[in-house]
């Protein structure tokens, strides 16, 4: 069957269809309704056209047997629309690397273990936090009360030297060899109401102590 075009209108059923193929159809094919498919759509080097899509009824790729999920584009975005259940988007070996849950939290996961989840007061990490740059923070750097090896700020290798709070307005300052503090110009103290000073250091000239 050699033919310009084909236009139909219903259900098509067919144990094969070549376009453009080796011989059965030469043309284009129009069909207005529903083709159902029960074997493979091979589309032979071709692109599966869609146009931009107005609502949930037209012009996306819908998955799921009530549209759970769909890809489209209407005209002015893209977008993937998952509406049921966890979304989670795999490596080749079947570990998560992406999870999100609707209204919840999104989740970045390092062979399958989380390392970043997004949280209703910002994002949460498990692990290590390792940043190449300047970070910026507009609010404070909240550190519970801990320990040098928990809940420090902490410098060097192995927390050599950590600064922590066990509570009690208490800070400890911890180092495994010689304490030193480097200073600029002056270092000054002062009490608990920024009034009055009560330690201040003069450079590389003299340590002052008031009262």
């Known amino acids: 069957l050699d033919v310009p075009s084909i236009n139909l209108t219903g259900i098509v059923t067919a144990t094969e269809l070549d376009i ?30 869609f146009g931009d899509s ?17 890809i489209f584009h209407d005209g002015s975005a893209s977008y993937i629309r998952h509406t049921t259940g966890p979304f989670y988007i795999e490596s080749n070996s079947g570990q998560t690397a992406i999870q999100i849950v609707p209204d919840a939290a ?18 949460d990490v498990t692990g290590t936090l390792n940043v190449t740059g300047v970070s910026t ?29 066990v509570g009690q ?5 911890t180092t495994s060899g010689v304490e030193r503090l480097e200073l600029g110009t002056s270092l000054t ?7 009055d000073v009560d330690f201040r250091i003069e450079g590389d000239t003299q340590a002052n102590l008031f009262y």
């Open 189 to 195: 103290v002062f009490n608990e109401t920024g009034a």
């Open 20 to 49: 453009n193929g080796k011989g059965d159809i030469s043309g284009d094919l129009n069909v207005a309704g529903v083709s159902t498919f029960v074997g493979n759509v091979n589309l032979g080097g071709g692109n599966l056209i």
């Open 169 to 173: 307005n208490t800070i400890n300052f």
């Open 137 to 165: 923070f507009t609010s404070p750097v909240l550190i519970p009360d801990g320990s040098v090896s928990a809940a420090a700020l902490a410098f060097a290798d192995d927390t050599d030297t950590g600064i922590f709070s």
């Open 106 to 123: 999104t989740d970045l996961r390092y062979s399958g273990s989380k390392r970043l989840s997004t949280s209703p007061s910002g994002v």
């Open 54 to 70: 107005g609502s949930a009824s037209d012009d996306r790729l819908t998955f799921g047997a009530g549209t759970d999920l769909s």
